[in-house]
Nanobody, 124 residues
Framework: QVHLVESGGGLVQPGGSLRLSCAASGRTLTSGAMGWFRQVPVKEKEREFVSLINWSSGTISYGDSVKGRFRISRDNAKNTGYLQMDSLKPEDTGVYYC???????????????WGQGTQVTVSS
């Protein structure tokens, strides 16, 4: 079992930045992927792929809507992943979830463990 806790969400003005953290406990992450997904108000039934990192190789992937603005990283020693979000837009508003899975993919159904989510609101 892997327990994930996200933090770092909040209210930010357009153009601002936030850094989300995802701390994993229960076992040390050594393989698979940590992904970030979001649920936005207009698509509440979908978990949109934001980014993922291959925990062993460090290979990274981003969703088209966040490329060039978001940056994913990991700290193996802390068993923690991060999502640096810059140049935030109102359409980035939503609940952000981190997830861990054995398959490196952007499909949320392939992730076995999920955090509780953290709210990100981009508004002036």
């Amino acid at each position: 079992q892997v327990h994930l806790v996200e933090s770092g969400g909040g209210l930010v003005q357009p153009g601002g930045s936030l850094r989300l953290s995802c701390a994993a406990s229960g076992r040390t992450l050594t393989s698979g992927a940590m992904g970030w997904f979001r649920q936005v108000p207009v698509k509440e039934k979908e978990r949109e792929f934001v980014s993922l990192i291959n925990w062993s190789s460090g290979t990274i992937s981003y969703g088209d809507s966040v490329k060039g603005r978001f940056r994913i990283s990991r700290d193996n020693a802390k068993n923690t992943g991060y999502l640096q979000m810059d140049s935030l837009k109102p359409e980035d508003t939503g609940v952000y979830y981190c997830a861990v899975g054995s398959t490196v993919a952007g499909d949320p159904t392939l992730y076995q463990f999920w955090g509780q989510g953290t709210q990100v609101t981009v508004s002036s």
